[in-house]
């Protein structure tokens, strides 16, 4: 048997892995958009609009690489 396999998490723990991450980087990243925020001019609606659909649409791009490595699991390497 191929020890290279068996140290690979499988799937589940793959999974399990990615949603903890994915829920301490949420719960970090909403506190620091949040306290930057409170930094905008207070007046300047659109900037503040631009800047929180901007925080809430962006959010998914950190995450991608870490969803790809739970759901890759299948992937052969050379």
Known sequence: MDQSKNSRPNLALR???????I??????Y???VSDLGRHLPPHNTLLTLLYYA????????????????????????P
């Open 15 to 21: 999974r399990v892995i990615a949603s903890v991450g």
């Open 23 to 28: 829920i301490v980087f949420l719960c970090g």
């Open 30 to 32: 909403v506190v620091g």
């Open 54 to 77: 901007l925080a809430g649409t962006l959010w998914g791009v950190p995450i991608l690489p870490l969803i790809s490595w739970s759901e890759a699991y299948k992937k052969a390497r």
